[in-house]
């Protein structure tokens, strides 16, 4: 009981301050799919060149994720939290003075660059401060602040597209990155002074927590391993293919989303509040089912079955076209992916300790967040050949398939004491 009473503590105070870190930097993310909607008549972009515009932040990230995640641990995530979110913050600003393709391009790729290592440090994070055994729920946690972002931000970017254009000279998604930018900034500096490194930085933690929290985190830590050690171990290269899936899907989807639905006839406030929809029902599933997995000790199954459900519902999404169900379809396609992803992201640090869990949580997001980069250039590629969204829908199916495919066939085949499949 004297367990749980230090965890809760630990998580009252630490999860809500990440997880409104983790709303400023995928708002800062992904309100370029707001900004779509008039920036890319304004400065000339196809849809074919939007789509690879908005995944060219995946190739930056792609790039320093792995070393971002390496100096965190060794400077501390209080300290290089702050510098990730100083940087983020300014470039996001600056894209409000994207002036064509190029600059449009170059500015997304120096998003990726300066956010690289926010998510897999987050997850690391987690790691210094609750045992295996409930990290699915607590992870759920954190990662309830992506769907807190899309039903928060969704419907303030519509409102400020539908009332900023023309303040001060400037357009209304030129105000959407000014404006949505500021966040990143504040919490840089409250960064600072809020988020202990670790356990033993506390200075909210008595000395008998302290210990308490070393001797359970004690019991689960695996041996410490090298770098080589991640980059050679093949079960992180199917949670490689297996992110790459979930990805695909989530930013081809949330990156499309608003455009999507402004092409049933809404405005663009309007599109605001119903692109927040599927996100305020995924929240509640995502956390119950993070929940379940922990009560039954059991992970890649927990992974496979979402993943099913998402690629289901993105099939029949593409069948049905742009009609009234058709957000009924991406309603259940959102509680998919994200029911995946709440689990997935308990399994890394599961198999690997030391550096190298350091690295294989930073290889899986950056492998698999190429995905965010194929994803949306797809959609764009696929939307100017047929004129619609359902081939892209398609796609994004096929993505979540595969890591379905993958995470059954880690269950089969990996042996059945692994903390990949059980855990203890």
Request: aromatic share 12%; hydrophobic share 60%.
């Amino acid at each position: 009981m004297a367990e749980a009473a230090v965890f809760s503590k630990c998580a009252w105070r630490l999860i809500p301050f990440m997880g409104l870190l983790y709303v400023a930097n995928f708002l800062d993310r992904v309100n370029v799919g707001f900004a779509a909607l008039t920036m890319n008549k304004d400065i000339g972009l196809s849809a074919h060149a939007y789509g690879l515009g908005a995944g060219m932040f995946f190739i930056g990230y792609f790039f320093c994720e792995v070393p971002s995640n390496l100096i965190m641990e060794k400077v501390g995530a209080r300290l290089w939290m702050f510098r990730i979110m100083l940087t983020w913050g300014l470039v996001s600003m600056a894209m409000a003075f994207a002036r064509g393709p190029v600059s449009f391009f170059v500015l997304r790729f120096l998003l990726g660059v300066c956010e690289a290592g926010f998510f897999p440090g987050m997850i690391l994070y987690l790691t210094y401060w609750f045992p295996a055994a409930t990290r699915g729920q607590f992870s759920a946690l954190f990662l309830s602040a992506i769907l807190i972002a899309n039903i928060v931000g969704s419907p303030i970017s519509g409102y400020i597209l539908s009332a900023a254009g023309g303040v001060a000279g400037l357009k209304n998604w030129q105000w959407l990155f000014l404006l949505e930018g500021i966040p990143s900034l504040v919490l840089s500096v409250v960064t600072l002074f809020y988020l202990p490194d670790r356990p033993a930085k506390a200075r909210w933690l008595s000395a008998d927590e302290k210990n308490l929290i070393h001797d359970v985190l004690a019991r689960d830590v695996l041996k410490p391993q090298s770098l080589r050690a991640a980059l050679l171990d093949s079960r992180i290269w199917l949670l490689c293919l297996a992110d790459f899936g979930i990805i695909l899907a989530t930013y081809g989807l949330s990156l499309w989303l608003p455009q999507i639905v402004k092409s049933m006839g809404f405005s663009d406030l309007q599109t605001g509040f119903m692109v927040a929809l599927p996100y305020a029902v995924a929240i509640v599933a995502m956390i119950l089912w993070a929940r379940a997995s922990d009560a039954h000790g059991e992970r890649l199954w927990h992974v496979a079955l979402p993943a099913m459900l998402g690629a289901a519902s993105l099939a029949v999404a593409a069948i049905l076209g742009m009609g009234p169900w058709t957000m009924v379809a991406l309603t259940f396609a959102t509680i998919g992916i994200y029911g995946a992803i709440a689990v997935m992201w308990t399994l890394p640090q599961s198999l690997l300790g030391g550096t190298a869990a350091a690295a294989a949580i930073a290889l899986v997001n950056s492998v698999g967040n190429l995905g965010g980069f194929v994803g949306p250039t797809i959609a764009g590629y696929l939307k100017d050949a047929t004129g619609n969204y359902s081939a892209a829908m398609a796609v994004f199916a096929i993505g979540l398939a595969m890591t379905a495919g993958v995470a059954i066939a880690m269950s089969r085949f990996l042996d059945a004491r692994n903390t990949a499949v059980v855990v203890q």
